[in-house]
């Protein structure tokens, strides 16, 4: 059903350099935007309905492109880094002149008032203005979407501008190629040029979110998914993209809050996001039913192939790339939560892909443990996820989403301890990476196994049992668990040669003791005695 047509009042657009057009779409529906995608030649239908689309050059986010006006806004407050990559106001202006001469000449617009955050006392006003309807349908999406009533007064407090067919000229721009994201706090303004890819969207959000809340509203911000039991229990899941965080918190036996980005209040979670975006490599309809299902007219499907001669995802093809994605709406889900609101966690989850099968599938952390693991942050970063990225690499990523925090991470963890403790948070390690040998050699851990370990946590069934404590890591290991062979929980015991795990387990433990140099004067006792005993 189509959304009423409603105009934008001249002095909105006026306002951001952009002229009034017939040629302007606002709000449409998802149906709309379909249709318009199909007539464009942008996509194709696959046989359940989704739009399939191909998001060119780029088919993952592209971090070192990422840029943060360095204002008086954000000049002492930005943790500088390579992921926050500092721009001279005078390249912005540039830039921003060369989006809007681009914006002005181009024949369609495709415009949408949307929100960020569930919960009203926090919600952020966005307006997304889009080349082209696909990437318009990501947006609607991705995020909350007003009732018609709201739109009448709506009144954008950020806009996001995504030009992908611009190409920058470095040179004049001040960036590293002709493609960027640039956000600007001080004229809050999120700009993207050169890149179809729609992550770059949705991950820019993250990010100054990530700064308003924690620096503005004192909410923790989280690169997590979340969901609720029957009784109220929410229960959160950590880290980065490929680890797990919408596979596992799309539990049939628990409302879905949401699958990646969060905000912890004094008394509650709540979801910043309107939608999930899933990764779909290899996706099979009996391990993942849910995703499986969400496939359907109004998704947006990214970069897959079909199977020959058909409109039908080959979803083990990764010959574009391992990163094939699909948005949807929350409600897709069928036990999704309205509004996307849940209390206080009983438990959290670190996932962890290890690439080098050295960590236990579930491990119980003490408060010192979960603080060094949260600011450790450490994974492997799945291929595809980013340019250039083709097989895991292993990372540490504080907070389990260095790339999206524009603060020091100290500011996350000191508000995640504060909280953990203050609720009595159990804290659980999974890896959801390899087992029996590293990447090549052991074999994935099966997700059955993962599931019927967080089961069996988030049930209390891992109360009482016997544990044993890992022997470099401190970790504590049950020697038991429902669902799950025995033998699995240590991760020694399922590779062939002990003196090969032992060699692997040191040199890990070791890169977690180097990476941790960084924090070290700034952390407590506590958590430098929670490193790994060499």
Known sequence: MSVPVISIPANHLARIGLRISDSIHYQLSPEELVHQALQRGDGILSDSGALVIKTGEF??????????????????TVNWNEFNIPLEEKYFDIIYRNVIHYVNKIPELWIRDCYACADPDFRLSIRVINETPSMNLFAYNMFLRPKEEELDTFQPQWHIISVPGLKLDPKICGTRQHNATVVSFKHKVILIAGSGYTGEIKKSVFTILNYILPHEKNVLSMHCSANIGDYGDTAIFFGLSGTGKTTLSADPNRKLIG??????????????????????????????????????????VENVQFFSGTNRINFSDGSVTENTRVSYPLHYISNSLEPSIGNIPKNIFFLTCDAYGVLP??????????????????????????????????????????????????????????????????????????????????????????????????????????????????????????????????????????????????????????????????????????????
Not at 65 to 75: M, W
Not at 261 to 282: D, L, P, Q
């Open 59 to 76: 088919t993952g986010r592209s971090p070192k492109d990422k840029f943060i006006v360095k204002d008086q806004i954000a000049s002492d």
């Open 259 to 300: 699958d990646d980005e969060h905000g912890w209040t004094m008394n509650s979670i709540f979801n910043f996001e309107g939608g999930c975006y899933a990764k779909c490599i290899n996706l099979k309809e009996d391990k993942e039913p849910e995703i499986y299902h969400a496939i359907k007219p109004g998704a947006l």
């Open 361 to 534: 599938p579930i491990s119980k952390l003490t408060p010192g443990q979960a603080m060094y693991q949260f600011i450790s942050g450490y994974t492997a970063k799945v291929a595809g996820t980013e340019t250039g990225i083709t097989e895991p690499k292993s990372t540490f990523s504080a907070c389990f989403g260095a790339p999206f925090l524009p603060l020091h991470p100290a500011k996350y963890a000191e508000m995640l301890g504060n909280k953990m403790k203050k609720h009595n948070v159990n804290v659980w390690l999974i890896n959801t990476g390899w087992s029996g040998g590293p990447y090549l050699v052991g074999k994935r851990i099966d997700l059955k196994y993962t599931r019927a370990m967080i089961t069996a946590a988030l049930n209390g069934e891992l109360d009482n049992v016997a544990y044993q404590v890992h022997n470099l890591f401190g970790f504590a290991i049950p020697e038991t668990c429902p669902g799950v062979p025995s033998e699995l929980l240590n991760p020694e015991n399922t590779w062939a040669d002990k003196a090969f795990y032992k060699q692997e387990a040191l040199q890990l433990a070791n890169r977690f003791i180097k990476n941790f140099e960084q924090y070290a004067k700034a952390v407590n006792p506590e958590i430098l005695a929670s490193a790994p005993k060499i």
